[in-house]
């Protein structure tokens, strides 16, 4: 846990920076992009929420669908978004706060909007189909995963014995590269990854980079990298690694702090060897 910014005293102690507290009591308004379901027109609908301390998006997008009044006065269908842990772990609901993408388990109402009469607004994903309001269908992210074979093949290994061991350097490089939920902001602030609904074209669509570091993860691993040719086969052709513009905004919002940049140097690498091999073996 980040600890609270200090700031030095005339007797050179260090004090903490006390933030503004929210007010108690005060109403939020929340600004909403509707839509009823695939291909169906959107629109925006606002509504009013009392604020209880320590809310989050979620208990706001709870209670909306208890009170589905527009602050018009207009009744209207509960607001639709997806959620599973509730505590940052699944990436489920992720949404775009205030055009931001972050999960909406973890944005808390006193940091965001602390002041009586303050705006939330909330869409869904722009790179992914909008299910219905704020769910978005990510199975071009799985689907990605499934093209850079994301798995540790151990069928048979168990009659094999022990597996080889790990430094305790690549466990910390690769226990970082574990954390990915496939929660998309990666994916939804990369301007070379767009929104591809037709799925004939996933297997030449660009990869992004939380599938690129997932390749990474089981490359390094000494039973994964059984498959570290295929997966560099498929990071070498179209929609793969040579499609990344080097934008790094990946990296800026990832709310696990994975090194991506750091994944997408170090796959390049390993495809770079990978075209050199080739080039040898076939003469």
């Not at 005339?10 to 600004?31: D, E, L």
């Not at 168990?158 to 954390?179: A, V």
């Amino acid at each position: 846990m980040t600890a609270a910014p200090t700031a030095p005293v005339s007797n050179g102690a260090p004090q903490q920076i006390q933030k503004p507290k929210a007010q108690v009591g005060r109403t939020v308004r929340f600004r909403i992009k509707r839509c009823d379901g695939p291909g169906k027109p959107s629109r925006w609908e606002s509504f009013d929420v009392p604020i209880t301390p320590n809310s989050n998006v979620i208990s706001c997008l709870q209670w909306i669908a208890a009170h589905p009044t527009t602050t018009e006065g207009t009744k209207t269908t509960p607001v639709v978004w997806e959620s599973g842990c509730l505590e940052e772990v699944c990436g489920s609901c992720t949404m775009l706060i205030n055009g931001q993408a972050r999960q909406s388990c973890s944005c808390l109402i006193d940091n965001y909007a602390p002041n009586d009469g303050d705006i939330i607004t909330l869409e869904p994903m722009s790179k992914f189909p909008v299910v219905r309001d704020l769910w978005v269908d990510r199975a071009r992210m799985y689907h990605a995963l499934k093209r850079v074979k994301a798995w540790v093949p151990i069928d048979g290994t168990y009659s094999l014995g022990d597996g080889p061991r790990e430094s305790p350097e690549k466990q910390l490089t690769r226990y970082k590269l574990s954390q990915c939920m496939t929660c998309g902001c990666c994916l939804e602030a990369c301007p070379q990854y767009n929104l591809e609904e037709d799925e004939s074209n996933w297997d030449t669509a660009f990869l992004g980079a939380a599938p690129i570091s997932q390749a990474r993860l089981f490359n390094e691993h000494e039973t994964g990298k059984q498959l570290k040719d295929d997966r560099l086969e498929a990071i070498m052709g179209p929609g793969g690694i040579n499609d990344c513009g080097n934008a790094q905004n990946c990296v800026k919002v990832c709310p696990k702090e994975i090194p991506l940049t750091e994944s997408i140097a170090a796959v390049g690498r390993s495809a770079t060897l990978q075209a050199f091999k080739k080039f040898f073996q076939a003469k």
